[in-house]
């Protein structure tokens, strides 16, 4: 059974930073590319970030590019997304998730995965 469990949300003031983690089991996580999402109230869940398999493809959204950075560690079955220079816009539910390794790159929909975390709350103040 497949497991995505995120940590490291919590309330950060606009302008600061905040790194946020995913572990994963069950499955043979280097076969996965992994991927960041966000939800904001009201709002419809949206693409953050991506990492390919064997960590050497990244990809953002042109709303937090310059400003997060997602990685993984294979050998911890983790993958983070640093977030840097934060705005109140950032606030929301953030989830990670995971692609089989045969989906096309970049993972951009939501439907390109197939395991989600229970996400974990980022909230910025302004």
């Known amino acids: 059974q497949v497991q995505l469990v995120e940590s490291g949300g919590g309330l950060v003031q606009a302008g600061g930073s905040l790194r946020v983690s995913c572990a994963a089991s069950?499955?043979?996580?280097?076969?996965?590319?992994m991927g960041w999402f966000r939800q904001a109230p009201g709002k419809e869940r949206e693409f953050v970030a991506a990492?390919?398999?064997?960590?050497?493809?990244?990809y953002y959204a042109d709303s937090v590019k310059g400003r997060f950075t997602i990685s993984r560690d294979n050998a911890k079955n983790t993958v983070y997304l640093q977030m840097s220079s934060l705005k109140p816009e950032d606030t929301a539910v953030y989830y990670c998730?995971?692609?089989?390794?045969?989906?096309?790159?970049?993972?951009?929909?939501?439907?390109?995965?197939?395991?989600w975390g229970q996400g974990t709350q980022v909230t910025v103040s302004s």
């Open positions: 998730a995971a692609a089989p390794i045969w989906t096309t790159w970049p993972p951009l929909k939501g439907t390109n995965f197939a395991s």
């Open positions: 990492i390919n398999w064997d960590e050497i493809s990244t």
């Open positions: 069950g499955l043979t996580f280097s076969r996965w590319h």
